[in-house]
């Protein structure tokens, strides 16, 4: 490595700010402010009629999607009033309401592809999407740089409300804005989610403090940041105990996962989904992974930060692949601090060359590497119990594959082996 490149990313290290990669100190991932429930008129204060029917559907999908017209409804409701009018309206309006657009779009999208319980139970998935769904659906994607799938962000990050805002994010103080079924499941498996973001809040924050101290050569520094880092993952593997309470594993298995799961590996899809109108595609059906925990940026920062590095194989290749649904932002942010990692700035590289002048450094490193083990060993025991062991009873309903469309289990035992390999090497 030449003086110049570490010269450049010790520059780099010390101007990031969390605003241009849209996170922020006392949020983190999940936003500078709550997520906007609904709207009803553009840019230009224009009353809009297709994005307030949008938004209808949304709001009755749990009613709808236990009868046996959810496809008839939505056309009905929907196919007629996209136009390219709409396009240029969503180009136009702020990030917090294209946020909340894609939200019921995608709520919206996946009931259409999946169907009712009634379509589920005979197995009739829907392998193409109509153009004035699969359009707007498409452009929201490409505005905020993610994919035209119901993700973790929108199913998560940006679904959620407090009932009592003046109180802090809390189990007992979130509501979930859009659901499918709907239920103490559903809402508590999605709650765990966001509080566990609750918890990472200083992540992004500790991150930047950790790269500026490296740069600074000032360990008291990184170990400070690296304890706000330990004790938030420790707060998060609190939380993920306390989904056998709020979620039923058979619950989950047999009606939360239906609708979350996307057209990658789905025995209900096995050509994957047409996006009809689409020109970026082709006319060639996509294979786009559902929503899972794996598109959150918590666990990838983490690796980042502490330079944990995985073997080039199918599960890295999966790993790297769910960055496509992560919001823009949050993507760049990681792959930031891995380049800055890699062009000499390396926290793991620091803290082994200051292994015998500091040993608390060293300490509070393995101990963020304990707390991450530790979650992912709860991730885990949570896939066997909700998915593995759970007996299938419809055909597309794998206990094979996860949401997102891979081998869950040996996908995380890889992960778990990594971690524990390095806590030796440290």
Sequence with gaps: MTPEILMDARSEAR??????????????????????????????????????????????????????KARRYITDHMGSMWSPRDGERIIALSSSAQHCLMRTVSFVGNAFVHGSITDMWSGKAEAHIPEWLAVPWCLLADQLGTTPTLSYAWYALHNWRLADPTQPISLENVMLIN???????????????????????????????????????????????????????????????????????????DRVRLHIAGWHNNPALPNGVMYEGVEKFGGKPQQFGGETGAQSSGIPLQYALLDVRHEDDIFLKYLLGMRAHMPRGHRAFIEKVEALSRNGLSIREYVDAHRISNHSL??????????????????????????????????????????????ALPYLKKHIDRIEALVEEV
């Design 179 to 253: 659901n499918f079924f709907g239920g103490l499941d559903e809402e508590g498996f999605v709650k765990i989610h966001v509080v566990v973001e609750a918890a990472w809040a200083h992540l992004p924050d500790a991150t930047q403090r950790a790269l500026k101290a490296v740069s600074d050569d000032n360990p008291r520094e990184l170990e400070d940041a690296l304890l706000v880092v330990r004790d938030g993952q420790k707060a998060a593997v609190e939380t993920m105990g306390k989904m056998w309470r709020w979620c039923s594993p058979k619950v989950y298995y």
């Design 15 to 68: 101007s990031l700010k969390l605003a241009d990669f849209d996170l922020y100190p006392k949020r983190g991932f999940l936003g500078e402010a709550d997520p906007l429930e609904f709207f009803q008129e553009d840019i230009r204060g224009a009353h809009w009629p297709w994005v307030r029917e949008v938004q209808d559907v949304a709001n009755v999908l749990p009613k709808l999607l236990i009868t046996d």
């Design 362 to 407: 060293l300490r509070v490193y393995r101990q963020c590497l304990a707390a991450l083990l530790e979650f992912l060993n709860v991730h885990y025991r949570f896939v066997e119990e909700y998915i593995a062991k759970q007996e299938q009873t419809l055909p597309f309903n794998t206990t094979k594959y996860g949401t997102g469309g891979t081998h």
